[in-house]
């Protein structure tokens, strides 16, 4: 889906109408509880993981299944009446509590290099296979808790699962040579796809603070504690605001908020729409387009020139 369809979903689809986008915002909230758990100096623990299925659905209407354990088999492939024909079989569910307990005491480790130990610990935890639903999306959480937790991605996240989805056959291939135990092929091809998700997202870091600087240019803003240059600071993180939002940023009185917000307007750098019943809101100009140009080329491998799968419209606007 666009970043403007989930912001605008974010923002005002409090009942959850928007299925879709709620699904998307809960993946966000668990990767954002992960890397709450990663900057913690507290050892992981079976909760914390369980805390990251619970984010995932809280709000979905899935909901029923948050932090819930699988207590029957489940399989991936095949036939849903049984796992015949299936591509692969997890352990049995009487065995996945201990598994659990195992892999976060291997989360706490510090004896082997992070990459490494980030892309063990999501294969594990995707052989494991602990919850009915989810488990692609949780295990992918897990890599950005190792990363953050040993120190490598302090300030922003990188886009592995991104690359992943793309190279979607090369990454079940190389899953498939860890679980045959071939672990070496698993762990250059993750290797690989965490060094391209950070390149690409220090370009795209690069190109947001462009951005922004062309927002301070068209708002006139001298002074970067200037209360619009404040707001131009927060707008990657919230695309949409409304006074009382920025007020929130601000600080102060919300007229020097609204005064903010109007000069920003003004000059371009937002533009003015309705969300929901007389919600009167303004979304940053351009940052839209940024995102989904970003997603779109991580979508189209090196030396191709469309995508491999699904991405938001060019345009940025559906």
Same mark, same amino acid.
């Given at each position: 889906? &666009?970043?403007?369809?989930?912001?605008?979903?974010?923002?005002? !689809?409090? !009942?959850?109408?928007?299925?879709?986008?709620?699904?998307?915002? %809960?993946?966000?909230?668990?990767?954002?509880?992960?890397?709450?758990?990663?900057?913690?100096?507290? #050892?992981?623990?079976? &909760? !914390?993981?369980?805390?990251?299925?619970?984010?995932?659905?809280?709000?979905?209407?899935?909901?029923?299944?948050? %932090? @819930?354990?699988?207590?029957? =088999?489940? @399989?991936?492939?095949? &036939? &849903?009446?049984? #796992?015949r024909g299936a591509e692969f079989i997890p352990p049995p569910p009487e065995f996945v509590a201990d598994l659990?307990? $195992?892999?976060?005491?291997?989360?706490?480790?510090? $004896?082997? #290099? #992070?990459? =490494? =130990?980030?892309?063990?610990?999501?294969?594990?935890?995707?052989?494991?296979?602990?919850?009915? !639903?989810?488990?692609?999306?949780?295990?992918?959480?897990?890599?950005?808790?190792v990363l953050r937790r040993r120190g490598l991605a302090p300030r922003y996240v990188p886009p592995v699962s991104l690359v992943l989805a793309t190279h979607a056959d090369d990454y079940i291939k190389a899953l498939t040579a860890h679980r045959d135990a071939r672990p070496v092929e698993w762990c250059l091809f993750f290797a690989n796809t965490t060094s391209v998700a950070s390149a690409e997202a220090r370009r795209f870091a690069a190109k947001i603070a462009e951005l922004q600087?062309? @927002?301070?240019?068209?708002?006139?803003?001298?002074?970067?504690?200037?209360?619009?240059?404040?707001?131009? $600071?927060?707008?990657?993180? =919230?695309?949409?605001?409304?006074?009382?939002?920025?007020?929130?940023?601000?600080?102060?009185?919300?007229?020097?908020?609204?005064?903010?917000?109007?000069?920003?307007?003004?000059?371009g750098v937002v533009e003015k729409v309705t969300l929901g019943s007389r919600n009167r809101a303004w979304e940053a100009v351009g940052l839209y387009e940024a995102l989904n140009g970003f997603e779109r080329g991580l979508a189209t491998p090196a030396g191709e020139t469309e995508p491999t799968r699904p991405t938001p419209a060019a345009a940025g606007d559906t």
């Open positions: 889906m &666009s970043h403007k369809r989930l912001a605008r979903a974010a923002y005002v !689809d409090a !009942d959850g109408r928007d299925e879709t986008a709620q699904s998307v915002l %809960g993946n966000i909230r668990a990767m954002e509880r992960a890397i709450e758990i990663g900057a913690s100096a507290s #050892p992981i623990k079976v &909760s !914390d993981i369980l805390e990251l299925h619970t984010a995932l659905f809280r709000g979905t209407r899935d909901a029923h299944l948050a %932090g @819930w354990v699988r207590d029957r =088999q489940n @399989w991936i492939g095949g &036939s &849903s009446f049984n #796992p659990i307990e $195992d892999l976060a005491a291997f989360l706490n480790r510090e $004896d082997l #290099p #992070p990459v =490494q =130990q980030a892309g063990i610990a999501h294969a594990q935890f995707e052989t494991i296979h602990p919850f009915s !639903d989810g488990n692609g999306r949780v295990g992918r959480c897990l890599i950005h808790v600087e062309e @927002w301070r240019g068209q708002a006139g803003i001298k002074r970067r504690d200037a209360a619009a240059a404040r707001l131009i $600071d927060e707008l990657p993180r =919230q695309p949409v605001l409304n006074v009382k939002t920025a007020h929130k940023v601000l600080g102060g009185s919300e007229e020097r908020a609204r005064l903010a917000m109007n000069r920003l307007e003004t000059t």
